[in-house]
């Protein structure tokens, strides 16, 4: 059986700690990171989202706006149409 003096108990244990302190600190690290990253990309959603929000109602002002381009167009050939026929009876 091995036999470990025991004035060297205590610097394997507070070697044992060490690493484990160290292990930890960058665990912590990590967890602060991905704590970070996770802020940024719920930011980056939230501004898709508010985006995407605008676009869809970019799209309905176009639809909008199409269809009164051509009303107005239906109305303006037909007041040609009538000038025309007023003019050349």
């Known amino acids: 059986m091995l036999q470990i003096p025991q004035a060297d108990i205590p610097d394997a244990e507070s070697s044992v700690q060490g690493a484990m302190h ?3 600190q960058v665990i912590r690290a990590e967890r602060d990171r991905l704590r970070c990253e996770l802020v940024d990309i719920r930011a980056e959603l939230t ?3 508010e985006l995407q929000s605008e676009l869809a109602q970019t799209r309905a002002r176009i ?3 199409d ?3 051509a009303h107005l167009s239906t109305t303006l050939d037909r007041a040609r ?3 025309h026929r007023i003019s050349h009876p």
Do not use: C, N
């Open 22 to 24: 160290t292990e930890l």
């Open 47 to 49: 501004d898709h989202r």
């Open 63 to 65: 639809v909008s706006q």
């Open 67 to 69: 269809r009164e381009i």
């Open 81 to 83: 149409a009538r000038a």
